[in-house]
């Protein structure tokens, strides 16, 4: 088995795994998923929580969708979800509890049927910008939303008419919110000011900066007499009458008052801050009279059951808690509200690792199930690497330590300290025997994985050095940003002899499968080939063209992908011969659009090559021009397949296409990449036939993994899932 820690593109590529036949997943991963989506791992980040007006119901709005409980039991009825092509900020209940509206950052705001979990209607009017507020008025007759177009809007429910637009100076409308008796309309912008609006006139009747920098969270008082605002620490109440003169103000939390709502009786208000806690308050008095260290992250949302005596809580966690509001219990907490950087199978195929933040989740593969969390590191989680055996969870992170984590339970088996800035991803040997860590701090260290003791440091130049693990485990490769490349006894952390041969960074270092060679790529273009055993040079390829790559086929002859002006080329690295050239697609197989860009010249310059990729089983190539158009060709005879693959229409001319094979090489997927999301394509590489095009809840991967059988693939969306797909037939 082999071990490389080497960064591919901007997303993780872990070796996954997962079974042909589709075991009986759990229920929530199944409601509303995208079309063509196995199951769905994780629920989305909680960005609001509100119960039904009866109280038989409570909602949870994620990125992407709505969450509907049944309070008295827990259980989960429905997803409102599939409709919004972008991240749902808010979500509101109707009076008599039979509709929801949603607004997204798609610019539209829906109306969903809670019983069918049917949209009913679309309502669109934002123009260009994302929605990220709305709510019903108490009559049920009026909606009101707000967004990034920094605009109120009002709408007729019944209709789905726009009624009244209210225009605001500041930078966004981040919150609406109507008064208890519907007479008015409380709104927060992205300068943190105030507004209050006349809800039949539209007409603005205060705008206020309150005393404080920022402003995260609003609420009324059910006698609407009172607002409450919540701050940078502070919470400040205010008089509706007299505002902006504040009536109290206080330091509730250690940082932003993210959430805060008034008891349905108005005697006490409860908040939650960045600072993990819950408190409530006398609202006459503005005391304290409970507070609860809710979650493992900052409190999100809340809200009071319509009785007054639960409190529903969302963490940045990923959980939903239930609280007696008496006597601070903790009533049941719901789980897999949970984000995702990094996805890594464990070797005997049953479980899956991912990283969000600091965090580590832990999913039962065949059924969907969440496991645990693994808490405990102060900073973000790098990759992580399961030991051979699939027990140990081995963790590097921003707070300079790598944990080894029980899978089982949980729990930290030990926590390996020395290095002083951040760890990223620890690798273990093959044989599970050794741990490798790399860090910011200038240093690589080897540790006992059964003891955690440090065999050796490895000091290194001022770069991040690549390295791997021989496949029988014994040696440990590492370049270095001069060009050497030392071999370390992996058990002693001794070094047994250094490469000279490269004279700048290596940015390659690989073992050939059966561990007689090793591969180097350096940054002075030169590929060179050892002697894994004596250390001796065999051959180096130097040539004037540009190297971009360095592989082995899969008859373990060692490969060089260079690139000229009008071209790129495929060597043998052994005898150093030509083996192919393969020209580039002619501007006139483009659309006009992509003809000229104000980011890239069109043409076949140097430049205009970004990437070549190498299948895995040695029939095809892909190259990626910076154009963002994909070019597939076939490795024997050198001609193009099929058309070239070109953006899709809706992808922004800026972004960037990235191209993974799957481990059989009958695979290609195509993921053009932006700073607001991007879109998955899968291709027939042989035939440069479309296969299928993954679109997630918000149309947005961060990452995807193909499976080791290459029958399944993951991707990795910012809304806070990770959805597993078939792979058509090809």
Same mark, same amino acid.
């Given at each position: 088995?082999?071990?490389s820690?080497?960064m591919?593109?901007?997303?993780?590529?872990?070796?996954?795994?997962?079974?042909a036949?589709?075991?009986?997943?759990?229920p929530s991963?199944?409601?509303?998923?995208?079309?063509?989506?196995i199951?769905?791992?994780?629920?989305g980040y909680?960005?609001?929580?509100?119960?039904?007006?009866?109280?038989?119901?409570?909602?949870v709005?994620?990125?992407?969708?709505v969450?509907?409980?049944?309070t008295?039991?827990g259980?989960e009825?429905i997803?409102?979800?599939?409709e919004h092509?972008?991240?749902?900020?808010s979500a509101?209940?109707?009076?008599?509890?039979?509709t929801?509206v949603t $607004?997204?950052?798609?610019?539209t705001?829906?109306?969903?049927?809670?019983r069918?979990?049917?949209?009913?209607k679309?309502?669109?009017?934002?123009?260009y910008y994302?929605?990220?507020? +709305?709510?019903?008025?108490?009559?049920?007759k009026?909606?009101?939303?707000?967004g990034?177009?920094s605009?109120?809007q009002?709408?007729n429910?019944?209709?789905?008419?726009?009624?009244?637009?209210l225009?605001?100076?500041?930078k966004g409308?981040?919150?609406?919110?109507?008064?208890?008796?519907?007479?008015t309309?409380?709104?927060i912008?992205?300068?943190?000011?105030?507004?209050?609006w006349?809800?039949r006139?539209?007409n603005?009747?205060?705008t206020?900066?309150?005393?404080t920098?920022?402003?995260y969270?609003?609420?009324?008082?059910?006698?609407n007499?009172t607002i409450a605002i919540?701050?940078?620490?502070?919470l400040?109440?205010w008089?509706v009458?007299?505002?902006p003169?504040?009536l109290?103000?206080?330091?509730?939390?250690?940082?932003?008052v993210?959430s805060?709502?008034f008891?349905?009786?108005?005697?006490t208000?409860a908040t939650?801050?960045w600072?993990s806690?819950?408190?409530i308050w006398d609202?006459?008095?503005?005391?304290?009279?409970?507070?609860i260290?809710?979650?493992?992250g900052a409190?999100?949302s809340? +809200?009071?059951?319509?009785?007054g005596?639960t409190?529903?809580?969302?963490?940045g966690?990923g959980t939903?808690?239930?609280?007696?509001?008496?006597t601070?219990?903790?009533k049941?907490?719901?789980?897999?509200y949970l984000g995702g950087?990094?996805?890594r199978y464990?070797?005997d195929?049953?479980?899956?690792?991912i990283t969000?933040g600091g965090?580590?989740?832990?999913?039962d593969v065949s059924t969907g199930?969440y496991?645990?969390?693994?808490?405990?590191?102060?900073?973000n989680?790098?990759?992580v690497?399961?030991?051979p055996d699939s027990?140990?969870l081995?963790?590097?992170?921003?707070?300079?330590?790598?944990r080894?984590?029980?899978?089982n339970?949980g729990? =930290?088996?030990?926590?390996l300290?020395g290095?002083t800035d951040?760890?990223?991803g620890?690798?273990?040997s093959?044989?599970g025997r050794v741990?490798?860590?790399r860090?910011?701090?200038?240093?690589?260290?080897? @540790?006992?994985?059964?003891?955690?003791?440090?065999?050796k440091?490895?000091?290194r130049?001022?770069e991040?050095?690549?390295?791997?693990?021989?496949?029988?485990?014994?040696?440990?490769a590492? $370049?270095?940003?001069?060009?050497t490349?030392?071999?370390?006894?992996?058990?002693t952390?001794e070094?047994?002899?250094?490469?000279?041969?490269?004279?700048d960074?290596?940015y390659t270092v690989?073992?050939?499968p059966?561990?007689?060679?090793?591969?180097?790529k350096?940054?002075? $273009? =030169?590929v060179?080939l050892?002697?894994?055993?004596?250390?001796k040079e065999?051959?180096?390829?130097?040539?004037?063209d540009?190297?971009i790559?360095?592989?082995?086929s899969?008859d373990?002859?060692?490969l060089?992908i260079?690139?000229?002006r009008?071209?790129f080329?495929?060597?043998?690295?052994?005898?150093?011969?030509l083996l192919? =050239?393969?020209?580039?697609?002619?501007t006139?197989?483009?659309?006009?659009r992509?003809?000229?860009s104000?980011?890239?010249?069109?043409?076949?310059?140097p430049?205009q090559?970004r990437?070549?990729?190498?299948s895995?089983n040695?029939?095809t190539i892909?190259?990626?021009?910076?154009?963002?158009t994909?070019?597939?060709w076939n490795?024997?005879t050198g001609?193009?397949i099929g058309k070239?693959?070109l953006p899709?229409k809706?992808?922004p001319?800026d972004?960037?296409t990235? +191209?993974?094979?799957s481990p059989?090489?009958?695979t290609?997927?195509t993921?053009?990449?932006?700073?607001?999301?991007?879109?998955v394509?899968? @291709?027939?590489p042989?035939?440069g036939?479309?296969?299928k095009?993954l679109k997630?809840?918000?149309?947005?991967a961060?990452?995807?993994?193909?499976?080791?059988?290459s029958?399944t693939?993951?991707?990795v969306h910012r809304?806070?899932t990770?959805?597993l797909?078939?792979?058509?037939?090809?």
């Amino acid at each position: 088995m082999k071990k490389s820690v080497m960064m591919l593109m901007v997303f993780s590529l872990a070796m996954l795994s997962s079974s042909a036949s589709i075991a009986q997943y759990v229920p929530s991963t199944q409601f509303g998923l995208p079309e063509g989506a196995i199951a769905r791992f994780g629920r989305g980040y909680i960005n609001e929580i509100m119960y039904s007006r009866d109280g038989t119901q409570l909602a949870v709005t994620t990125d992407i969708g709505v969450w509907i409980y049944a309070t008295n039991t827990g259980e989960e009825l429905i997803l409102l979800a599939g409709e919004h092509s972008h991240f749902v900020f808010s979500a509101d209940y109707s009076p008599d509890g039979k509709t929801i509206v949603t $607004g997204s950052w798609d610019n539209t705001i829906r109306l969903w049927d809670v019983r069918t979990g049917k949209n009913r209607k679309t309502l669109k009017r934002h123009g260009y910008y994302g929605i990220s507020s +709305v709510a019903y008025s108490p009559d049920g007759k009026t909606i009101v939303s707000g967004g990034a177009d920094s605009t109120i809007q009002l709408w007729n429910a019944r209709t789905g008419k726009n009624t009244k637009i209210l225009t605001e100076t500041g930078k966004g409308v981040n919150s609406v919110k109507f008064s208890p008796d519907g007479e008015t309309i409380a709104s927060i912008d992205g300068k943190n000011s105030v507004g209050l609006w006349n809800a039949r006139t539209g007409n603005n009747i205060i705008t206020f900066n309150p005393h404080t920098e920022y402003i995260y969270s609003i609420a009324y008082s059910p006698d609407n007499k009172t607002i409450a605002i919540g701050g940078m620490e502070t919470l400040a109440l205010w008089d509706v009458a007299t505002a902006p003169q504040p009536l109290k103000e206080i330091n509730a939390h250690k940082d932003r008052v993210s959430s805060l709502a008034f008891s349905p009786d108005g005697k006490t208000i409860a908040t939650g801050g960045w600072d993990s806690m819950l408190r409530i308050w006398d609202a006459a008095t503005v005391q304290s009279i409970r507070e609860i260290n809710a979650h493992n992250g900052a409190v999100r949302s809340l +809200v009071f059951s319509p009785d007054g005596k639960t409190l529903a809580t969302g963490g940045g966690d990923g959980t939903m808690k239930w609280w007696d509001v008496h006597t601070g219990e903790n009533k049941k907490t719901f789980t897999g509200y949970l984000g995702g950087n990094y996805i890594r199978y464990s070797p005997d195929k049953k479980t899956i690792a991912i990283t969000a933040g600091g965090l580590v989740h832990l999913w039962d593969v065949s059924t969907g199930q969440y496991l645990r969390t693994l808490k405990g590191h102060r900073g973000n989680v790098s990759p992580v690497d399961f030991s051979p055996d699939s027990k140990i969870l081995a963790t590097g992170s921003a707070d300079h330590t790598t944990r080894l984590w029980d899978i089982n339970t949980g729990q =930290t088996i030990r926590i390996l300290e020395g290095h002083t800035d951040r760890v990223y991803g620890p690798v273990y040997s093959p044989d599970g025997r050794v741990l490798a860590t790399r860090s910011r701090d200038d240093t690589l260290r080897l @540790w006992d994985a059964s003891t955690g003791k440090n065999i050796k440091t490895i000091l290194r130049d001022n770069e991040s050095m690549n390295f791997m693990f021989s496949p029988d485990s014994t040696t440990l490769a590492v $370049g270095n940003s001069n060009g050497t490349v030392g071999l370390f006894d992996a058990q002693t952390g001794e070094k047994i002899k250094t490469l000279r041969g490269n004279t700048d960074y290596i940015y390659t270092v690989l073992y050939s499968p059966n561990g007689n060679k090793i591969l180097t790529k350096s940054r002075d $273009g =030169t590929v060179v080939l050892w002697n894994a055993h004596t250390g001796k040079e065999i051959k180096t390829l130097n040539i004037r063209d540009k190297v971009i790559a360095a592989m082995y086929s899969p008859d373990e002859t060692p490969l060089a992908i260079s690139v000229n002006r009008k071209k790129f080329s495929l060597w043998d690295v052994t005898t150093t011969q030509l083996l192919k =050239t393969f020209d580039g697609p002619k501007t006139r197989y483009l659309p006009k659009r992509y003809q000229t860009s104000s980011r890239h010249a069109v043409g076949w310059p140097p430049e205009q090559v970004r990437s070549v990729s190498y299948s895995p089983n040695g029939e095809t190539i892909a190259a990626v021009r910076h154009n963002e158009t994909v070019q597939l060709w076939n490795v024997g005879t050198g001609k193009h397949i099929g058309k070239p693959i070109l953006p899709l229409k809706d992808d922004p001319p800026d972004g960037t296409t990235d +191209v993974v094979y799957s481990p059989d090489g009958r695979t290609l997927a195509t993921i053009q990449i932006d700073n607001m999301g991007s879109t998955v394509r899968l @291709w027939n590489p042989t035939s440069g036939r479309h296969l299928k095009t993954l679109k997630g809840y918000d149309n947005c991967a961060n990452a995807l993994t193909f499976s080791p059988d290459s029958r399944t693939i993951f991707t990795v969306h910012r809304g806070g899932t990770v959805l597993l797909w078939d792979i058509p037939s090809r």
